[in-house]
Structure formats: structure tokens, C-alpha cells
């Protein structure tokens, strides 16, 4: 069963504005992560955060973890037409075993 | 430059084929997997492995085999295959020794057709 439940499934707004979208997971973790896939290819890492940190800043991304209801969310901002892509959260459990598990993603489309 | 390379990336097949889709990385990283991606599902890890002759299996391991006799390779291999396991197929690598997880660094797929 999939852990990592990303909201929402589908997400379309204008170049320059927000983006929000949300991973809720069912275990302790790690850590969480989140990805970016171009149409079919290959995941890229955008950014990771640690189960003792709040919150993190990479360029336009913030990510925030809520430990304590098991959630984070990614904000782009101000998107760019080349935002557009799936972006999935993946979570590492402290159960001990080394299993990556992934979300189902959010599909962005930002419209130029 | 720093990649995971897949091979193949595209392959049309029939049930029954053996088959083996390799992934070699040149980042000199200990860890390694093998993920399918199937529409709604998102990634499901298949195998991975911490190091050379250590592997385990992820969460759809039926139906797959994996090796890792070098560092850098890390062969899937599908000995009989069945229309079910067409999908999209990632290999990943990590260079995390911490054992808390690190950046995943992933090929460009391999789109395998079981007919």
C-alpha cells in the first residue's frame, strides 16, 4: 500500500502564482523528500528534509514537515511554465529497513 | 558526469522472454534500487541494495531478481515475464552511509512492453 498521499492529484494555475501541494505518510520517518518528473523521465531531488526539522528553504521551494500529523507540503513560488511536471514526496520509515516509499504525486501545469 | 545509466530504455517483449535491464552508476554510491512506476500507483520499490552481495526486497519483489556483484551494477532481471509487469522501471542510487537516507539520484527509465 502506498504511504506517501499527495494533494492534490492535479493542480493548474497562471505562471507567477503559488503553488501548494501536500504529502500525508502513515509511519515514523527519517526523513522526507521531494521529487520533480519531467513527463516520463527520470525523478530529480529537489529537496529533503530531516524528521527534526520544521522547515526548509531551497531557491522559489519551502518545504515544511509536520511530524506531529504526519504531513508537509511544497510551495513553488512565483511558477514558471517550466515548473510544470509531477513532483512526489518519498519517505524513508525508521523501521530499519532501507524502503523509499513514494507517493502517488501531484500533477502541476502552469499556464505561460 | 555524474549519472545512472539504464538499459534499455524502450523494449517490446514477449511472455515467457527472459529478460535483464541493467543499471550502472559512476558515482561510486553503495546504494541502489529499482523502482516501477505504473499509472495512479506512483514509484513502488522493487529491490535495492546496501552494498555489493547485500540485497533486499522492497515492496513488489514477485516476479523480479536482482544481483550485486560490482559496486556500480545493479542488473534487474526478469526470468519469466508477464503482461503485469509492463511498466516504467527506475534504477536509483544514493550515496547516503548515515542509514537515515539521502538524496536519490535516478536513471531515465526503461519502458518495458510484456505482450
Known amino acids: 500500500s502506498q504511504q506517501g498521499e499527495e494533494d492534490p492529484q492535479a493542480l493548474s494555475i497562471q505562471e507567477g502564482e503559488n503553488a501548494t501541494m501536500n504529502c500525508s505518510y502513515k509511519?515514523?520517518?527519517?526523513?522526507l523528500q521531494w521529487y520533480r518528473q519531467n513527463s516520463g523521465r527520470g525523478l530529480v531531488h529537489l529537496i529533503l528534509?530531516?524528521?527534526?526539522?520544521r522547515e526548509k528553504h531551497s531557491g522559489r521551494l519551502r518545504v515544511t514537515l509536520d511530524t506531529s500529523k504526519k504531513s508537509s507540503s511544497l510551495l513553488i513560488t512565483a511558477s514558471r511554465a517550466a515548473d510544470t511536471a509531477s513532483y512526489f514526496c518519498?519517505?524513508?520509515?525508521?523501521?530499519?529497513?532501507?524502503?523509499?516509499?513514494f507517493g502517488t504525486g501531484t500533477r502541476l501545469k502552469v499556464l505561460a | 558526469e555524474a549519472q545512472v545509466t539504464q538499459n534499455p530504455r524502450y523494449l517490446i517483449t514477449v511472455t515467457g522472454k527472459k529478460l535483464t535491464v541493467t543499471c550502472s552508476q559512476n558515482m561510486n554510491h553503495e546504494y541502489m534500487s529499482w523502482y516501477r512506476q505504473d499509472p495512479g500507483l506512483g514509484l513502488r520499490q522493487i529491490y535495492y541494495s546496501m552494498n555489493v552481495e547485500v540485497t533486499d526486497k522492497g515492496d513488489v519483489p514477485e516476479g523480479y531478481k536482482v544481483s550485486r556483484k560490482e559496486k556500480r551494477n545493479f542488473p534487474l532481471i526478469l526470468e519469466s515475464p508477464s503482461p503485469n509487469q509492463t511498466s516504467l522501471y527506475f534504477c536509483a542510487s544514493s550515496s547516503d552511509r548515515s542509514g537515515f537516507g539521502g538524496e536519490l539520484f535516478f536513471g531515465e527509465g526503461s519502458r518495458l512492453t510484456v505482450l
Open positions: 509511519t515514523s520517518i527519517n526523513n
Open positions: 518519498a519517505t524513508l520509515p525508521t523501521s530499519g529497513t532501507y524502503k523509499y516509499i
Open positions: 528534509i530531516r524528521s527534526n526539522e
